[in-house]
């Protein structure tokens, strides 16, 4: 285990931020009979893309090329620096802020969790004081790049803290690491990791489902995005 995870001293829990879902709306009027089919069409589209939008993957069946412009990737440059200065998978990163924020810098929790990967102001403040953090002051968290250091930095602690089990990195990313200790505990015969079902928390066990279904689609629709 490297020297990032002997120090198991980690920040509080990180919560996810859930947006609220949108009412469509639009104006009712006097259509033709030809405008039916055209309309109907439309509708379908926009309905595909709204449930995209909210995290719901669409069909198997769809097409790839139809797929990643539904499922596209922002950040990309700084997804790929953070992940390789951590260690870990870009792929992993690009998911948990999919999962997290939905690409929006800006964002903050209700609990106070801020940016792309919702990082806790006490969690950047913990980063920025281990030796070794080799970013500078965490005092931006709605910055991009540097969200997306810290919340990278974190992430490949946690999988070095569970020795390479990734649902419990990602468990303890939303719940926090001495509560997945706990779970892993009751799971009993010295388990080193979590199933679905060892995951109390209906909210952890759906963002680490939700995170593994995407990194799986990123793959998949963007096979090429992280090359370097």
Known sequence: MSSRARDTRGPGRLRTFERPGRRPTGRTGRRSSAAGPRLAAILLLLAVVLVSGTGVLVSGDTPPSIQSRLNPLHYESEITQA??????????????????????????????????????????????????????????????????????????????????????????YNAGQGTVATWLERAGDDRLSLDSADIPFPETRGFVERVERFRALYREVHPNAFLT
Request: proline content about 4%; aromatic content about 8%; overall charge negative.
């Open 83 to 172: 992940a390789a200065r951590n260690g870990i998978d870009p792929y992993l990163v690009a998911a948990v802020v999919r999962a997290e924020s939905g690409y929006d810098s800006d964002v903050v929790s209700s609990a106070g969790a801020v940016g792309l990967m919702q990082i806790m102001p006490s969690t950047a403040e913990w980063i920025a004081q281990r030796e070794d953090w080799q970013g500078g002051p965490a005092d931006d968290l709605t910055d991009p790049a540097l969200n997306l250091e810290l919340g990278a930095f974190y992430l490949a602690f946690l999988i070095d803290l569970f020795e390479g089990d990734m649902r419990s990195a990602l468990a303890a």
